[in-house]
C-alpha cells in the first residue's frame, strides 16, 4: 500500500492570492507512489474564496470545508490538524506556492530513507509585496541540522528562529495532535516544528522550493493588509471570533514539555532555561541568550546550521 500524504490548506480572505496556488498546485507532476489528499478549511472569509475553491478543477483527492464562524488561525490549523489520516502531513497557506516537482522529489527522498523516514524541506523562496509587484529572491539563510537527535535538540533551541519551515513534509506519527491542542501560544508553529525535526532525519531539498508570499506588513502590531484596504491584526489572524486567549510567553514550557524526553540526562533543567531566555520579550534575556548560543556555536564541531547563500 503507497503511503498517504495530507495537504493541509487553511484559508481565509485569499480571493486575491487562492488562484495562483491552485494553479501551482494543478502545475504539480503527480507521484506514482503517493496518494495525496488535498484538505482545505476556509475560515468564514468575508470574499469568494471558498467560491473559487469549489470551482477549482484539481487533480487530487479534494476535501473542502467551511467554517460557519470565524475560528481563528490558531483555530483553523487546529481544525485540520484533526483531519490528518495520512502517513505524513504538510501545511500549505493559501497564499503560497510549491514548485511543480515538490511531491516527486519527496517521494524520491522517501524511498532513499525508508527505514528512517525524513522531514522534508522544500528550499525556501520569499515572494514580497511591495507597493505595486513582488520582489522574488531565494532566503537568506538555509538551515542544516544534525543526525545526531541529541545534538538537533539543542540546534533547535539555539538556533531556529520564526519561520515557516513548519510548511515541510512531517510523518503524522510523530505528533500527538492532541497535546499540541494544549499549547498555549500564538505560533504553536514553532512547537510542531520542533518535534517533527527532533525525531526524523532531515532533508532540505534545494531542487523542490517551497514560495512563501509575504504580504504587506503595516504597523508594529504585524497588522496584515488582506484585501485592499482591509487591514487585519495578529490577534485577530489567531483569535478570530473566539475566546481562546494564547501569549508567545507560554511557548516555552509548550516546546520544553513535548521535547524534553529527548533532551540529555542532566541538562534538562539548563534546555529550559534557555528556552525561557530565547522567547522572553526582556531586553536583557535577549542578549543572554544571545551569549549562550555563540559558546554553543563555539564549542560544537558540527557543520554549521546556518550557511550564508550567495
Known sequence: ????????????????????????????????????????????????SLKIIMASNLPFKTLVFSQETNIGGRGNWEFLMQQV???????????????????????????????????????????????????????????????????????????????????????????LFADLALSKSYTFDHLITHIGLLKRNVQINSSANYIRRYRKVVG??????????????????????????YDDKFLASDIFSATKSSIPFGTKRLAFCILKLKYSGS??????????RKSFRTINAWRSQREMKG
Open 85 to 175: 489520516e495520512g502517513d505524513f502531513f504538510m501545511f500549505l497557506d493559501a497564499h503560497d506556492l510549491i514548485s511543480s516537482n515538490y511531491f516527486i522529489e519527496f517521494q524520491n527522498g522517501m524511498v532513499k530513507e525508508f527505514e528512517n523516514p525524513l522531514a522534508f524541506i522544500g528550499e525556501e523562496i520569499a515572494l514580497n509585496e511591495s507597493q505595486d509587484s513582488y520582489d522574488l529572491y531565494a532566503k537568506e539563510w538555509k538551515y542544516y541540522f544534525s543526525n545526531n537527535a541529541k545534538l538537533r535538540i539543542w540546534q533547535l533551541i539555539f538556533e531556529l528562529r520564526p519561520n515557516t519551515i513548519v510548511h515541510s513534509i512531517f510523518k503524522t506519527s510523530d505528533f
Open 283 to 292: 531586553k536583557k534575556s535577549k542578549i543572554i541568550f544571545k551569549i549562550f
Open 220 to 245: 508594529e502590531d504585524f497588522s496584515h493588509e488582506v484585501a485592499p484596504g482591509k487591514l487585519e491584526t495578529r490577534a485577530q489572524r489567531v483569535l478570530g471570533n473566539t475566546q481562546n486567549e
Open 1 to 48: 500500500m503507497f503511503p498517504r500524504l495530507d495537504i493541509l490548506i487553511p484559508v481565509y480572505n485569499e480571493e486575491s492570492y487562492i488562484e495562483e496556488t491552485l494553479q501551482s498546485l494543478r502545475r504539480c507532476v503527480l507521484p506514482n507512489k503517493l496518494h495525496i489528499r488535498l484538505i482545505f478549511s476556509d475560515n468564514a472569509s468575508e470574499d469568494n
